[in-house]
T-cell receptor, first 115, second 108 residues
Framework: DAGVIQSPRHEVTEMGQEVTLRCKPI?????LFWYRQTMMRGLELLIY????????DSGMPEDRFSAKMPNASFSTLKIQPSEPRDSAVYFC?????????????FGSGTRLTVV | KNEVEQSPQNLTAQEGEFITINCSYS?????LHWLQQHPGGGIVSLFM???GKKKHGRLIATINIQEKHSSLHITASHPRDSAVYIC??????????FGKGTRLHILP
């Protein structure tokens, strides 16, 4: 199994541009999570999906952030327009069921730099 | 005050030492995770606990639900154990709350 696959690994963009981060979960995993990691705030859960349905998006910082999961094998996190304070490492993780029951597998992350 | 507190924040030890990292939390939880983040940035889920103790190789994780405390132990530590160890709890609403992490450095 290739694990959770994220792309791109690094993204540098100018303020105001749209950024799309991609995630392919492990096949058969029903839950997918997007996290953001910064030095100041540590790891934060942004949103998670169960069976492609967004369950909790209360961690999404503002309307500039949106996430979709059109099918069981693909999810995107979009920032439009991007701002320098969005610079962080964004992790995607998947698990077989909801968070309560199993540990999960993280992707390698996307390091986003907004200049 | 953070709902999940880890100690110590930083730890440097000699190879072979027994390592303990602590995690205390103030909310009711359904589970607790220990994660390991390597210097390259990748994150690995080490354990998920809801009670008792789990062991995997040289790693041992314990949890005391009454005291709202968990510990991660590393026996016979090795330089390759150098990483940031993160405690995360799932509260009763299934929200995940992360600790700030403990940066461990094992000297050869």
């Amino acid at each position: 199994d290739a694990g959770v696959i994220q792309s791109p690994r690094h993204e540098v963009t100018e303020m105001g541009q749209e950024v799309t981060l991609r995630c392919k979960p492990i096949s058969g995993h029903n839950s997918l999570f997007w996290y953001r990691q910064t030095m100041m705030r540590g790891l934060e859960l942004l949103i998670y999906f169960n069976n492609n349905v967004p369950i909790d998006d209360s961690g999404m910082p503002e309307d500039r952030f949106s996430a979709k999961m059109p099918n069981a094998s693909f999810s995107t996190l979009k920032i439009q327009p991007s701002e320098p304070r969005d610079s962080a490492v964004y992790f995607c993780a998947s698990s077989p069921l909801g968070q309560s029951y199993y540990g999960y597998t993280f992707g390698s992350g996307t390091r986003l730099t907004v200049v | 005050k953070n709902e999940v507190e880890q100690s110590p924040q930083n730890l440097t030890a000699q190879e072979g030492e027994f390592i303990t990292i602590n995690c205390s939390y103030s909310v009711g939880i359904s589970a607790l995770h220990w994660l390991q983040q390597h210097p390259g940035g990748g994150i690995v889920s080490l354990f998920m606990l809801s009670s008792g103790k789990k062991k995997h190789g040289r790693l041992i994780a314990t949890i005391n639900i009454q005291e709202k405390h968990s510990s991660l132990h590393i026996t016979a530590s090795h330089p390759r154990d150098s990483a940031v160890y993160i405690c995360a709890v799932l509260d009763r609403d299934d929200k995940i709350i992360f600790g700030k992490g403990t940066r461990l450095h094992i000297l050869p």
